[in-house]
C-alpha cells in the first residue's frame, strides 16, 4: 500500500484561470438543502461536488458516496479580497517595487551582484537540477554582506528613497493587519493593489526568489474562491434527523451571502459607502475563511458561541491535520490492556490473553510451499482458526461454517489467509511514553488464560513499566518484511546493551540481587538435598562438585548459571570478583555485575556469548536468586529502626553542631561581614550559605549511621547491596529529616514575614525554615510536619513540570536529528545528502560495542 | 581507517538511524534530571546553570549564557609565582567605583557628589584614589577635584540641569570601571594541588583578556558558545557544545556515550553556523516543506513555500511517513532488484 511514483511535490499558488479550470460548477446560491432536504443546484452541496448521502450518484463522475472522491467548485467574487496569509509577502514586493514603474528597487549593479546566486534558483524549473530549493530572500540578503535576512533585504529596499529606474520618489507604505495597506495614508482598495502586484515583471520577481511559473503575484488577491468538495466538508445527520453542516460550508455560506449582496448593491447603484461597508465585510469573512485566529481580526462564531475551526485550524498544531492524522495514523491489528508480571516468563515473551490471541490476525501468504499449512487453519471449527481469507482480488471474505468448505478447496498461491495469533508469532509490544527505541520490542507470544498482558519483571526496565494500573500497546507485523526485521532486530534478547552509553538495560533487580549477594558469600553452604532442588529449579541435573564435608557451596551453585569456559574479573561494592573457566573462583556477586549498576558480566556474557545465553544466564540468575531469597527469608521490622541511645547522642550533637554553624553566619550576616556570591545580593548570599550547611546535617548523620548499622538490620543490607532503598531512607528514619527545599531555597512563604504563626517574625532560625530534627520514627513535630508538606508539594509539582519541559526537549531533538542515518561510507548524512560527520562518532563504531572494539572489557 | 576490517563487527551497520538514537540518548535522562535552576554547592565562587536548564540552553543556542564564566590558565613561567598571578588578577576583574566605596553624599540641587572611598578595598584591588579621580575626570559632564586619599568631590557642569540629569550622571559614575574588563564580575585565583594558579571568573569576554600578558592563549575556556565561535572559530564552538553537554549529563550521574553528544554538536555546527535545535534553527531550516510543517508553524511553511515555488523531494523520514511510504532509513536503505526470470527456477519443496 506504497504511493509509489512520488517523486516530488512542488508548493504553487493557484490562479483564477486555474481555479475556474479545477472547478466543475460555479456556485451562485448561498444555501445547502432545500425544504425537501435535497441538494440546492448551485448550492454548497450541489450534487456535481461530489455526494455523501448513500443513494445518490455524483452528477460529474456517477460514482456513489464510496467511490467518488468529490470535485472543486469556485465562487466568482465580485470584488477582489486579499488573501490574508499572503498580506506579509505582498507587503514585501510593495515595499521591494516602484510605486510608478513597478520595478524592483535595486539598481543595474547590485542585481549583477546577486546574479550567481539567483542562477542555481532559476535553474530549479528542472526538478532534478534543483540542488538548491530554498533559496529565498534569506539567501540573497547574504548577498549584502548580512547573515540575517528577509528584514534586512526590506530595509534595505525600504530606504530607497528614489526609483532607480524612473527616479519617481517613493511613498510611504503601511501595512494595518491583516488585510489593509495605505499608501502615503491612503487606504488601497484590493483592486489597486492587484494592478500594481501584476506589473511587476517575471525577472524582478526572479531577482527576489519567486518563481514566476508557480505564482505571480497578483494571484494572492482572490477573484475567484476555490470551493473544495463536500466530502471535505461532509454534514452529519443529527439523531433527530436535523442536519448539522461543517464549519467550512457555514463559513462558505455567509462569503457566498455578502458576495451576493454586495454583486445586488453595485447593480442596484448603491452609495459607494455601503458597497466599501459590504466590501470589507466580505474581506473579514474570506479571512476567517483561511484562518480563523488571524491576529487583529475578531474570531468568527458558530451560533453556539464556539469558535469556528477553519482551514488553518484544520491543518494546525498538535491536532491538526499533519501532527494528528498524517504523522501519526490508527493501526489494525494491534491491542492494549493492562499489564502485569509474570516470572515464569522469558524476558523475551509477552502472555497474551486468550480473548486477544483470538481476535488478532497474523497473514499466512500462500504459496505452493504452505497451500497444506494454511488450509489447515480453514478447516480447523475451533482455536485456531483462519479468520478470513483474502482473495486474489483483494476482496476479504470472512471465514465461516458456511463457506469454510468453498474456500478450502478454493485456496491458492496468491492468497493471503489471515489466521488466529498462537504461540511463538511475534508482535511488538510497546509503553508509551516511547522515549528510547528499548520503548517497541518484538515479543513472542505465549497465549495465557486472564485479561492482561504479562511480561517479565527485568524487562519493565527499558520500558519503564511498572505493574501499578500501567497499560501496554501491542501490534502484529502484517508484512514479511516486518516480520524479519522483528524478529533479526528488534527482540529484547538482542536490545540487552544500551545505545546510550553500552550498559546493559535488561538485568535482574531488588530480591534477585539480594538474593545473589546472600547465595555468594563465602560461608554459604547447602546440604545435597537443597541443592539438588534449588539446581532443579533452573533445569540443571548435574550436581557441582561437592566440598569435602560433603556440602556444596553457594558459589558452586551460583557457577552453574555461567557459561562454560568463562572469564572474568569484576568489581563490586565488596571488593573483586574473580570467575575462572565457567567457575565463581572468588568474591561476590552485587548489582554492579548483574543489576543497574553496570551490569558488567551481562555485559561480558552478552558480547562473548551472544543473546541467547546471555538472556538465559540472566532469567536463570533471577530464579535462584529468588530461591536464595525465600530460603533465607528477607523481611524488615521497627527493629531495623530503633536506635541505640549512643547514636541518639550522636544526633543530638549533630544537631547542635549544625546549628551553631548556622548561627554562626546568621551573626556574620547581622554584623554585615558576609562577602557576597557574585551575582547574588547579600541575603541570597546568606540563604545559600546557611542552606549548604544545613544541608550538612544529612551527611553528616549518614557517616555515623554507617559506622554503627551491621548487615544483620536487613533494611541495611538492602540499602547496602543497592537491592532496594538507600542511605538516605535510614537517615531520615533513624536520624532526623533535615532540611527542607522549595524551589531550591529554603520555606519562606506563610504569614507575614514567618512561615507559621508560631515563630518569631522575620526569623531566620533552622527551626523556622524548613529544618527537621526528627526522624520518621520519633514523629514530626506539628511545624515540622508542615514543613514538610510544603517541600513534598513542592517536589511533586516540578516533576510534574520537569515532564514537560524535557518532553519538549526530547521531541524538538529527534525533530532536528530524525533524518541522520549513517551512509555506506560510515559518514553521517542528512536526508538531502548533507554530510553531518566525516565518520560516526569519529571510529565508526557502534555504540553497544565500542567497549569490546578498545579493548576496555 | 574505520572502514578498516579491525572493526568488524564492532562497526555502525550502515544506514542506521543514529541521529534518532542520538536525540533519544540525551532526551531519555532528561526525563530524569531535576529542574532546579542551579544548585550550586554553596561555596564555590562561580555560579553556573546546571541540569535540563544548562541542556536547553546550549541547544536553544542562546547568544548569551545565563552564567557565562571563564577559566585562564597562566604561561609556563608564571603559574606558580603568586605575584605575578595576582598581577593578572588585578588587570582582569572589573572594579567599578561603587565597589571601593563605603558612602556617598550627593546633592542634587548644586549638582555635587562627594565619594567616599574604602581603604580597605582600594588596597585589596591594589588603586589608589588617584586612579580612581584620573579615571572620572575623562568624563566630560563632570568636574572632578580630589580632596584627600579618601575623598573625591564632582560637580556636574552638563547643559541643562535638571535633577534627573544630574541624577543620571550620578548613577553612572557609581556604575563606571576603573580597572578590568568589561563583563568579568568577579575573578577568583584558584591553586591547584601542584601548585600552579588558575583565575577562574565570572562573566566572559576571550578578546580582552587574550591581549592580557601572561595569560596562556592556548587554553583559554569559556562557556560562552558564540563568543568561542567569534574568537576561535566554528571547530571550537562544535567542541565546546559537545563538552559542555558532555560536562552537564556527567555531573547529573548519568553516562551518555559521546558519539551521541558530538552528533548533537555537529548537528547545531556541521553548516559552519551555530543553528539552535528546534523551530528557529535545524529543525526549523529543513529543506523539505512537509518536516517543517509538521514540526511547528504549519500555515506559515505551506504559505512560503508556495510564493517561493518550493520542491519538496520526499526524501526525509517525516515526509515519507507522511505520505505512506517507507522511510529510507535503517533497513529502508536497502533497494533490492530481482530478476523475474530467476525466480521462475526456483521449484517448491514439500513442507515435512
Redesign the interface.
Known amino acids: ?4 511514483g ?8 493557484l490562479s483564477p484561470e486555474r481555479i475556474k479550470r479545477m472547478s466543475v460548477a460555479k456556485l451562485i446560491v448561498p444555501d445547502t438543502y432545500n425544504e425537501d432536504g435535497y441538494p440546492i443546484d448551485g448550492g454548497l452541496v450541489d450534487q456535481r461536488l461530489g455526494v455523501i448521502d448513500p443513494g445518490l450518484k455524483c452528477k460529474t463522475c456517477g460514482g456513489r458516496a464510496k467511490t467518488c472522491p468529490g470535485h472543486f467548485g469556485h465562487i466568482e467574487l465580485v470584488r477582489p479580497v486579499i488573501h490574508p ?2 498580506s506579509k ?1 505582498i507587503y514585501l514586493l510593495l515595499q521591494s517595487t516602484c510605486f510608478q514603474c513597478h520595478r524592483l528597487l535595486l539598481t543595474e549593479a547590485q542585481v549583477q551582484e546577486i546574479q550567481p546566486v539567483i542562477k542555481t534558483f532559476v535553474s ?1 524549473e528542472e ?1 532534478e537540477e ?1 540542488a538548491v ?2 533559496v ?1 530572500i534569506t539567501t540573497l540578503a547574504s548577498v549584502f554582506g548580512e ?1 540575517d535576512s528577509r528584514a534586512i533585504l526590506i530595509k534595505k529596499l525600504k530606504s530607497v528613497k528614489k526609483c532607480p529606474h524612473c527616479t519617481t520618489p517613493q511613498p510611504k507604505l503601511k501595512l494595518e493587519r491583516p488585510t489593509f495597506f495605505y499608501v502615503d495614508g491612503n487606504k488601497q482598495k484590493p483592486d489597486e493593489i492587484r494592478d500594481w502586484l501584476s506589473k511587476i515583471p517575471d525577472s524582478d520577481l526572479k531577482l527576489i ?3 514566476a ?3 505571480r503575484p497578483e494571484w494572492f488577491i482572490l477573484t475567484t474562491l476555490l470551493v473544495p468538495p463536500v466530502n471535505v466538508r461532509p454534514s452529519i445527520t443529527l439523531e433527530s434527523g436535523e442536519r448539522s453542516e461543517d464549519d467550512l460550508t457555514h463559513k462558505l455560506v455567509d462569503i457566498m451571502r455578502i458576495n451576493q449582496r454586495l454583486e445586488q448593491d453595485i447593480d442596484a447603484g448603491a452609495p459607494q459607502i455601503i458597497i466599501d461597508d459590504l466590501w470589507e465585510l466580505l474581506q473579514y469573512q474570506v479571512t476567517t475563511y483561511f ?1 480563523n485566529e488571524t491576529p487583529g481580526v475578531p474570531v468568527a462564531r458558530h451560533r453556539s458561541t464556539r469558535p469556528l475551526k477553519t482551514l ?1 485550524q484544520r ?3 498538535k491536532e ?1 491535520r ?2 494528528y492524522n ?2 501519526g ?1 490508527r493501526v489494525n491489528f494491534s491491542a492494549r490492556t493492562v499489564i502485569s508480571s509474570d516470572a515464569s516468563l522469558t524476558v523475551n515473551q509477552v502472555g497474551i490473553p486468550s480473548r486477544i490471541a483470538e481476535n488478532l490476525t497474523v497473514p499466512i501468504y500462500v ?4 497451500v ?2 494454511a488450509r489447515k487453519y480453514i478447516d480447523s471449527k475451533a482455536y485456531p482458526t483462519a479468520i478470513n481469507v483474502i482473495m486474489k482480488d483483494g476482496i476479504r471474505k470472512r471465514v465461516s461454517d458456511v463457506n469454510r468448505e468453498e474456500l478450502s478447496k478454493g485456496l491458492a498461491p496468491g492468497m493471503i489467509v489471515e489466521r488466529q495469533l498462537v504461540d511463538g508469532d511475534l508482535a511488538l509490544f510497546n509503553r508509551q511514553p516511547t ?3 528499548m520503548s517497541i520490542m518484538a515479543h513472542t507470544v505465549k497465549v495465557l488464560p486472564g485479561r492482561t498482558m504479562r511480561l517479565h519483571v527485568s524487562v519493565a526496565m527499558p520500558y519503564n513499566a511498572d505493574f501499578d494500573g500501567d497499560e501496554m500497546n501491542l501490534h502484529i507485523p502484517q508484512s514479511l ?1 516486518a516480520m524479519a ?1 522483528a524478529r533479526y ?1 528488534m527482540q529484547p534478547k538482542d536490545q540487552v546493551l544500551s ?5 546493559p538495560i535488561l538485568f535482574t533487580e531488588e530480591d534477585e540481587i539480594i538474593g545473589a549477594y546472600l547465595l555468594t558469600q563465602d560461608n554459604i553452604k547447602f546440604a545435597k538435598d537443597d541443592a539438588c532442588r534449588m539446581l532443579a529449579g533452573i533445569d540443571v541435573y548435574e550436581l557441582p562438585k561437592a566440598s569435602k564435608d560433603g556440602t556444596y557451596t553457594g558459589k558452586s551453585l551460583f557457577s552453574k548459571t555461567l557459561p562454560k569456559g568463562l572469564n572474568f574479573e569484576g568489581k563490586t561494592a565488596d571488593g573483586k570478583t574473580t570467575i575462572k573457566n565457567g567457575e565463581l573462583v572468588d568474591g561476590v556477586v552485587d548489582e554492579k555485575m548483574i543489576g543497574g549498576g553496570g551490569g558488567t558480566l551481562i555485559a561480558k556474557i552478552f558480547d562473548e556469548y551472544g543473546s541467547d545465553i546471555c538472556m538465559h544466564f540472566l532469567l536463570n540468575v533471577a530464579k535462584l536468586s529468588l530461591m536464595m531469597t525465600a530460603k533465607v527469608g528477607m523481611t524488615v521490622s521497627v527493629r531495623d529502626y530503633y536506635n541505640s541511645d549512643a547514636i541518639l547522642k550522636e544526633r543530638t550533637k549533630i544537631v547542635n553542631e549544625v546549628e551553631s554553624k548556622a548561627n554562626d553566619i546568621l551573626q556574620k550576616y547581622k554584623n554585615n561581614q558576609l562577602e557576597r ?4 545580593t547579600r541575603k541570597e548570599t546568606f540563604e ?2 546557611v ?3 544545613l544541608e550538612e546535617a544529612r551527611h553528616l548523620a549518614e557517616n555515623v549511621l554507617k559506622k554503627s548499622l551491621t548487615v544483620e538490620n536487613r533494611a541495611f543490607l538492602m540499602a547496602k547491596v543497592r537491592a532496594r532503598g538507600n542511605i538516605l531512607n535510614f537517615v531520615q528514619t533513624n536520624m532526623l529529616l533535615g532540611q527542607q527545599s522549595i ?2 531555597r529554603r520555606p519562606s512563604r506563610g504569614y507575614t514575614g514567618r512561615i507559621l504563626p508560631y515563630f518569631k517574625r522575620s526569623s531566620k532560625l533552622p527551626a523556622a525554615k524548613g529544618f527537621i530534627k526528627s526522624s520518621f520514627f520519633d514523629g514530626l513535630q506539628p511545624t515540622e510536619f508542615y514543613m514538610h508538606a510544603m517541600g513534598a508539594r513542592d517536589s511533586a509539582m ?1 516533576k510534574s ?3 514537560a ?3 519538549y ?2 521531541r ?15 559518514s ?1 548524512r542528512d ?2 545528502g ?4 566525516t ?9 553497544t ?2 567497549r ?2 578498545k579493548g576496555t572489557m | 581507517m ?2 578498516d576490517e579491525a ?1 568488524g ?23 530524569q ?11 564555590s ?3 553556573t546553570t546546571k541540569g ?1 536548564p544548562r ?2 540552553e546550549i ?1 536553544d543556542a542562546r547568544k548569551k549564557p545565563k ?1 557565562p564564566i571563564m577559566e585562564i590558565r597562566l604561561e609556563k613561567g608564571i603559574e606558580k609565582n603568586y605575584a605575578k598571578v595576582r598581577e593578572i588578577w588585578r588587570k582582569i576583574e572589573e572594579v567599578k567605583v561603587s565597589n571601593v566605596i563605603t558612602n556617598f553624599d550627593e546633592d542634587l540641587k548644586s549638582g555635587t557628589l562627594i565619594l567616599h572611598l574604602d581603604k580597605e578595598k582600594l588596597s585589596f584591588y591594589e588603586i589608589t584614589g588617584k586612579t580612581v579621580a584620573s579615571r572620572l575626570s575623562k568624563r566630560e559632564d563632570l568636574s572632578v577635584e580630589q580632596m584627600d586619599s579618601e575623598t573625591i568631590k564632582m560637580k556636574y557642569k552638563g547643559k541643562g540641569r535638571t535633577a534627573h540629569m544630574v541624577r543620571t550622571a550620578f548613577v553612572n559614575v557609581l556604575g563606571s570601571a576603573i580597572v578590568g574588563i568589561k563583563g568579568i ?2 575573578a577568583t585565583v584558584q591553586q591547584a594541588e601542584d601548585g600552579t594558579y588558575t583565575i577562574t571568573t ?1 562573566g566572559s569576554n576571550l578578546e580582552e583578556v587574550m591581549k592580557i600578558d601572561g595569560v596562556d592563549k592556548w587554553h583559554l575556556y569559556s562557556n560562552d558558545i558564540f563568543e568561542v565561535m567569534r574568537v576561535y572559530g566554528i571547530d571550537a564552538a562544535r567542541n565546546l557544545i559537545a563538552h559542555e553537554l558532555d560536562e552537564v549529563i556527567k555531573e547529573e550521574g548519568f ?6 553528544i ?3 554538536a ?2 547545531m555546527t ?1 553548516t559552519g ?1 551555530i543553528k539552535s ?2 523551530r528557529h ?3 526549523g ?7 517543517r ?3 511547528e508553524e ?2 506559515k511553511h ?17 515526509e515519507n ?6 522511510i ?4 529502508g ?1 536497502i533497494r533490492l532488484t530481482v530478476k523475474k526470470d530467476d525466480l521462475k527456477k526456483v521449484k ?2 514439500k ?1 515435512d
Request: hydrophobic letters at 45%.
Open positions: 500500500m506504497q504511493a509509489e512520488i517523486e516530488y511535490i512542488k508548493f504553487t499558488t496569509e499572503f509577502t530549479a526538478p534543483a530549493t530554498t529565498d547573515q526568489g519567486i518563481d511559473t508557480a505564482t484562518n488553518a491543518l494546525k498544531g491538526g499533519l501532527r498524517l504523522s495514523k504459496a505452493l510451499w504452505n497444506d499449512y522515549l528510547h527505541r518484511e526485521e532486530l545505545a546510550r552509553d553500552g550498559r556570591l557574585p551575582g547574588y545559600l550559605i542552606m549548604a550547611q524551589r531550591g516540578t513540570l520537569v515532564t519541559v524535557s518532553g526537549l526530547q524538538r531533538l529527534v525533530n532536528a536529528m530524525q533524518d541522520f542515518y549513517v551512509g555506506k561510507d560510515l553521517v536526508a538531502s548533507g554530510l553531518v560527520q565518520i560516526y562518532g569519529g571510529d565508526g563504531l557502534d555504540p560495542r565500542v569490546i572494539a | 574505520a572502514k572493526h563487527i564492532n562497526g555502525v551497520t550502515p544506514g542506521e538511524a543514529v541521529g534518532v538514537v542520538a536525540a533519544q540518548s540525551i532526551g531519555e535522562p532528561g526525563t534530571m531535576v529542574l532546579k535552576a542551579f544548585h550550586s554547592a554553596g561555596i565562587s562561580v555560579i535540563l541542556i536547553i541547544v552564567f564580575i568577579k565570572s553516562t551518555v556515550s559521546f558519539r551521541h558530538a552528533l548533537v555537529d548537528a556541521h553556523n535545535i528546534g534553527g535545524v529543525a531550516q529543513k529543506e523539505s516543506v512537509f518536516a510543517a509538521a514540526y504549519t500555515v505551506f504559505t512560503n513555500a508556495s510564493v517561493f515555488g518550493e520542491i519538496d523531494h520526499l526524501k526525509g523520514v517525516a511517513i507522511l505520505i505512506g511510504k517507507q529510507g532509513l535503517g533497513t536503505i517448491p519443496k513442507e
